[in-house]
């Protein structure tokens, strides 16, 4: 990147023809503009002028022969028949090298008070993936620095993981060691709908100095407009397709697709889409399984790296076959569920193995690996068979030798699932083998 790229980029990205509307009509959150019918598209980005002379942006979401339907970003106070609305055309990024360590909103505006240059290349928010027939497979193990995820939920290269979880319960924790721990040359973070006070929190604490220097955080916050909440996770999936088109691995991390998904349904049903799927619109299900099928391993014949992607969803009352987490767990290549009952008995992470799997075994594991995550499984399978009887003391010691070395091991186990810090993948695969040997 040169000295003049920025200023180069900045002239490219100037409009030399601007083309104006007027509003025309008021009606709840959409608002009908004419004059724009020849140039306008589905999606396309808009500038309301407002009398008093604040702007305010919004998106095309319908389209008619003379007039189109624009969602605001913000409350239309203030708006007014004849108000001046501008085409911006597609809305797009344009990332580059210096955006590692910065803090963005979902149009690519810096939010940590520093200029953010603009690369020279523009990127659509939505775009195809690599082609399935020319897709790498997944590739080798990935070291998490966290006992569980190194041994009996390995994560790979180019895996596509779900993490399951209500609020509380120690989700937004575990995202941030895996930013921190997980082998990867740039982590790309969107926080859609994150409450304002959390992402400074989140951003100083959680991911740490270490864990931004290598960063992309893409945040909407809970009180910004349906647009910017469900743009934010299409952006952050832009910009990292940016850095693995360049051949490198990159780690999304986007928390959360719930929020992704009701984003989507207040756009639709403003676009006039019904609803069914109770609540959400059909198109929800291609919405999120489009935004899933972008990660993953990349083109191997174009030179891409991959895309190693953790999609968090809120399921209410542990709920996994509400509509979000049965049409993401449907596309993804394993998922992780974390317990409220084990994060109350202070167990971090709260992952409950036995509800969680990766669907890189066996073939992540060596034959002696695989024997070892099947006997801890089968273990942990025979105390929660067993753990009414043994708290209600009617098991009596003796009856299944399964069971009794069950019992007495289930504390070691269930400490070890806590692990965090192990250096490397071998290192946790040691202390599970000595735990087992005991």
Same mark, same amino acid.
């Given at each position: 990147?040169?000295?003049?790229?920025?200023?180069?980029?900045?002239i490219?990205?100037? !409009?030399?023809?601007?083309r104006h509307g007027?509003l025309?009509?008021?009606?709840?959150?959409?608002?009908v503009?004419?004059?724009? $019918?020849?140039?306008?598209r589905?999606?396309?980005? =808009?500038?309301?002028?407002?009398?008093?002379?604040q702007?305010?942006?919004?998106?095309?979401?319908?389209?008619?022969?003379?007039?189109v339907?624009?969602?605001?970003?913000?409350?239309?106070?203030?708006?007014?028949?004849g108000?001046?609305v501008?085409?911006?055309?597609v809305?797009?990024?344009?990332?580059?090298?210096?955006?590692?360590?910065?803090v +963005?909103?979902?149009y690519?505006q810096?939010?940590?008070?520093?200029?953010?240059p603009?690369?020279l290349?523009?990127?659509?928010?939505?775009?195809?993936?690599?082609?399935?027939?020319?897709?790498?497979?997944?590739?080798a193990?990935? $070291?998490?620095?966290?006992?569980?995820?190194?041994?009996?939920?390995?994560?790979?290269?180019?895996?596509r993981?779900?993490?399951?979880?209500?609020?509380?319960v120690?989700k937004?924790s #575990?995202?941030?060691?895996?930013?921190?721990?997980?082998?990867?040359?740039v982590?790309?973070?969107?926080?859609?709908?994150?409450?304002?006070?959390? #992402?400074?929190?989140?951003?100083?604490?959680?991911?740490?100095?270490?864990?931004?220097?290598?960063?992309?955080?893409v945040?909407a916050?809970?009180?910004?407009?349906?647009l &910017?909440?469900?743009?934010?996770?299409?952006s952050?999936?832009?910009?990292?397709?940016?850095?693995?088109? !360049?051949?490198?691995?990159?780690l999304?991390?986007?928390?959360?697709?719930?929020?992704?998904?009701?984003?989507?349904?207040?756009?639709?049903?403003?676009g006039?889409?019904?609803?069914?799927?109770?609540?959400?619109?059909?198109?929800?299900?291609?919405? +999120?399984?489009a935004?899933a099928?972008?990660a993953?391993?990349?083109?191997?014949?174009?030179? !891409?790296?991959?895309?190693?992607?953790?999609?968090?969803?809120?399921v209410?009352? $542990?709920?996994?076959?509400?509509?979000v987490?049965?049409?993401?767990?449907?596309?993804?290549?394993?998922?992780?569920?974390?317990?409220?009952? +084990? &994060?109350e008995?202070?167990?971090?992470?709260?992952?409950?193995? #036995?509800?969680? =799997?990766?669907?890189?075994?066996?073939?992540?594991?060596?034959p002696?690996?695989?024997?070892?995550?099947?006997e801890?499984?089968? #273990?942990?399978?025979?105390?929660?068979? &067993?753990?009414m009887?043994?708290?209600?003391?009617?098991?009596?010691?003796?009856s299944?030798?399964?069971?009794?070395?069950? +019992?007495?091991?289930w504390?070691?186990?269930?400490?070890?699932?806590?692990?965090?810090?192990a250096?490397?993948?071998?290192?946790?695969?040691?202390r599970?083998?000595?735990?087992?040997?005991a």
């Open positions: 990147m040169t000295v003049f790229d920025p200023l180069l980029a900045e490219t990205a100037m !409009q030399p023809v601007r007027r025309t009509r008021i009606a709840g959150g959409v608002v503009a004419e004059g724009l $019918s020849p140039w306008a589905l999606g396309d980005r =808009v500038e309301i002028a407002r009398q008093s002379g702007v305010l942006g919004g998106e095309v979401v319908a389209l008619g022969r003379d007039s339907d624009v969602l605001p970003d913000g409350p239309g106070e203030g708006l007014a028949p108000d001046r501008q085409h911006l055309g809305g797009g990024l344009a990332p580059c090298e210096a955006w590692i360590g910065r +963005i909103d979902p690519g810096p939010l940590d008070g520093r200029p953010l603009r690369g290349q523009l990127r659509a928010v939505r775009s195809p993936p690599p082609s399935a027939a020319r897709r790498r497979r997944m590739g193990r990935l $070291s998490t620095g966290i006992d569980a995820f190194n041994t009996m939920l390995p994560l790979v290269r180019g895996q993981m779900g993490l399951f979880a209500g609020s509380g120690g937004t #575990l995202l941030g060691q895996m930013a921190r721990g997980v082998e990867a040359d982590v790309v973070l969107a926080l859609v709908g994150e409450r304002g006070r959390e #992402l400074r929190d989140f951003v100083e604490d959680v991911l740490g100095a270490e864990g931004l220097a290598r960063s992309v955080v945040t916050t809970s009180d910004m407009s349906p &910017a909440r469900r743009r934010a996770a299409l952050a999936m832009a910009v990292a397709e940016f850095f693995r088109d !360049q051949g490198r691995h990159v999304l991390l986007c928390d959360s697709i719930t929020r992704f998904a009701e984003a989507h349904r207040e756009i639709a049903l403003a006039g889409e019904a609803a069914s799927l109770r609540g959400f619109p059909p198109s929800t299900a291609h919405q +999120i399984m935004l099928e972008r993953g391993p990349g083109d191997e014949d174009a030179g !891409q790296g991959d895309i190693t992607a953790l999609f968090t969803v809120l209410a009352g $542990s709920d996994m076959e509400e509509p987490a049965d049409i993401l767990r449907g596309v993804l290549d394993g998922h992780v569920v974390l317990d409220r009952a +084990i &994060a008995r202070g167990r971090f992470p709260a992952v409950d193995l #036995l509800r969680s =799997v990766s669907r890189s075994l066996p073939a992540a594991a060596s002696g690996e695989n024997a070892l995550i099947t801890a499984r089968r #273990l942990l399978g025979a105390y929660e068979r &067993a753990e009887m043994v708290q209600a003391g009617l098991y009596a010691t003796g299944d030798p399964l069971t009794d070395r069950a +019992i007495r091991l504390p070691k186990l269930d400490a070890y699932l806590g692990g965090a810090g250096a490397t993948v071998a290192d946790s695969f040691r599970l083998q000595k735990l087992l040997e």
